[in-house]
């Protein structure tokens, strides 16, 4: 019972502090791609936490034994005398059913997201195929649009596709800054970390966390896409790149695209122009809380798991 209440502790710190702490958080400006794994452990630490919890619930007593082999069937075993306890029966089911619904609704949606980012991927290089042309001079397709316009279709084949408002509206060194800023995201696959964080919103939607965490991620694999366009070309080119484009978005792409303007633009380029805010000691000190508790608790939870599969049940 000890574990479970340490679990519902992290859950509720986790959710209530370290969350709110991390969204606030003045540093990930600095460091946008660290802040983004932070997210990814953050969030992914919550959702084990409910199933570890789900699982501390129906075991609350692991018997205890060093056999590796045979585990599977030594749970079983534990679980039957959990039935056998006053109470345990219904705190078994409880903790069983919570265990199993957060894992499958978690793997669900995470693959349900992938699936329909992966269709309408698909769909749109068909369109793209037909109404877009090669352009050699630019290394990207070009469609014909009066809107400027620029993004990029992840996958096996990453492609960036320019309008041919946006190939007008850009000189030279703000096409090449666009040009960088995508081929990060492309480089960085950050349509996989898009599709994680939205598979968690999908899966636990009325839990504010995860929709806070999928802007996050949003957010930030736009600060190192520009980042990158920035070690190419300046920080004040990707702006004025962001500026031009601000007007344009992916067009009818939805989730399988990732343009270059869109998201939080105000923001980026204030950031891009003025560089991220100095950062005091104190802010230091609550980054690196954020940072050092999650990752603790996840090297904690995974080794002790181990730990617990090969140590906690017994083959006889
Ligand atoms: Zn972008």
Partial sequence: MTTALLLGSYLLLAG??????????VWTQHTPRLALWLWHLLTGSLVLA??????????????????????????????????????????????????GLVLAR???????????????????RQTLSVVGWWDERVAATVVEHATP????LPGRTGDIVLSTAALQTLDD???????AHERAHLRGRHDLHRIWARGLERAFGCVAVFATGRAAVDRLTEL??????????????????????????APATGRAAAAAAGTA??????????????LSPWRLLVGALVVVVPAGFGIAAVTGSVLAGLACCPVH
């Fill in 16 to 25: 209530s502090v370290l969350v709110p702490l991390l969204a606030r958080a």
């Fill in 50 to 99: 409910a199933v570890l919890l789900g699982l501390a619930l129906a075991m609350p007593r692991l018997p205890e034994s060093t056999q590796p082999t045979g585990w599977f069937h030594a749970c079983v075993l534990a679980l039957q005398l959990a039935y056998t306890t006053p109470g345990g029966a219904a705190l078994a089911t409880l903790g069983l059913a919570l265990a």
């Fill in 106 to 124: 978690a793997c669900s949606s995470v693959l349900v997201e992938w699936y329909h980012t992966a269709r309408q991927g698909r769909d749109h």
């Fill in 149 to 152: 316009v620029a993004y990029c």
């Fill in 173 to 179: 060194s703000e096409r090449a800054a666009v040009l």
């Fill in 224 to 249: 190192v896409a520009d980042d990158a366009g920035s070690r190419a070309n300046g920080p004040l080119t990707v702006a004025s790149a962001v500026l031009r484009l601000a007007q344009g978005n």
């Fill in 265 to 278: 633009t105000a923001a980026r380029v204030r950031r891009l122009m003025d560089g991220p805010p100095p």
